[in-house]
């Protein structure tokens, strides 16, 4: 029998929110994200995305949580994207697949023709669960970490010392802005192309003012966006994410180059350039998120970062 509890955006339900995911996500997320974090984001979805989030229950104690809604940064009423948080153990598979159904049966009323999940962990027990209830995997994601103790430019110098020879200039957002009057919407510009060409099973449609609530939250520093310019055009980026628990980790949040400035080790210098700056400022630790086919995967490997984990979306036609 299913029972949940409809979360209700009060303290209580955000603080409890948070424990369960300290206690279910993964290393490095664990102890990432605040209650003050959680509820800017979902502050940000829209109301035509129908967020909804449910705590599921297992003989009387709250065992873990689920959501679904729209995807606000790709919006699709045809598509509906979830998420189920429970301890991968047979003794609550019974919960886990309760909740699918409701959340299934929730998509068809809601004229969904895809329902799409997603699993912050890549055990062979989550992927069989969906897997087996007709899921098909559609993406894969890994998680890495690098240590800023082990990061030395003396590493890389060859890289560092051909991209110094060119004419293009890496400067954080802070002092690039003061030269440009209309730096949010070159950014927006910038950020766009680049998602676009990010591997995806979904179609993004990025608007610029939920796209500038997201990138400019409370506790993000415009210091931790690093942008490469040739001449007047931006051309590439690496950016990076504070959390409000955790001061000596930092999140990648987006790095890319543009297609026409592909081959140049463009990415690897600004990247380099951003874990140097990063480790000065005292961060020991930088976490980073890569599609097993985003070539932004081995460069991060060949700067040192250590796969930790892995993520996956499935998709089911409905």
């Known amino acids: 029998m299913l029972d949940i509890q409809n979360f209700d955006f009060s303290k209580d339900h955000f603080d409890l929110l948070i424990s369960l995911q300290d206690a279910l996500w993964p290393e490095p997320w664990k102890n990432w994200e605040s209650a003050e974090m959680r509820r800017h984001d979902l502050k940000l979805i829209p109301k035509k995305c129908k967020f909804r989030l449910d705590f599921i229950k297992h003989q009387d104690n709250t065992i873990g949580f689920g959501t679904t809604a729209h995807d606000h940064w790709a919006f699709d009423p ?34 969904a023709k895809v329902f799409r999940a997603w699993s912050y962990q890549g055990s ?3 992927k069989d669960f969906y897997t087996n209830n007709g899921f098909e995997i559609s993406i894969l994601e890994y998680i890495s ?6 990061f030395f430019i003396s590493d890389f110098e060859s890289s560092v010392s051909s991209f110094k020879k060119s004419s293009y200039v890496i400067l954080n957002l802070e002092e690039l802005k003061k030269l440009n009057k209309d730096w949010q919407l070159k950014l927006f510009d910038l950020w ?14 990025i608007e610029f003012d939920l ?29 990076y994410v504070r959390s409000l628990r955790s001061r000596d980790k930092i999140s990648t949040e987006l790095t890319g180059v543009l297609p026409e400035y592909r081959r140049q080790g463009i990415c690897s210098a600004v990247k380099t350039h951003a874990l140097l700056d ?4 005292g961060f020991k630790k930088v976490l980073t998120g890569n599609e097993e086919n985003n070539p932004m995967f081995q460069i991060n490997l060949l700067l040192g970062f250590k796969k930790v984990g892995e993520e996956f979306g499935c998709k089911l036609s409905l």
């Open 78 to 111: 045809t598509l509906l994207d979830s998420t189920i948080a429970l301890p991968h153990n047979d003794k609550y598979l019974d919960c886990a697949q309760n909740y699918l159904d409701h959340q299934i049966e929730r998509a068809r009323k809601m004229n």
């Open 124 to 126: 062979d027990w989550v």
């Open 145 to 150: 970490e690098l240590n800023l103790d082990k």
């Open 192 to 205: 766009k192309r680049i998602e676009h060409d990010v591997p995806s099973d979904l179609d993004l449609n």
């Open 211 to 239: 796209w500038k609530s997201s990138v400019f939250c409370p506790w993000s520093k415009e210091e931790d966006i690093y942008i490469v310019s040739d001449s007047d055009k931006w051309m590439a980026l690496s950016t």
């Open 278 to 281: 990063l480790k000065k400022k």
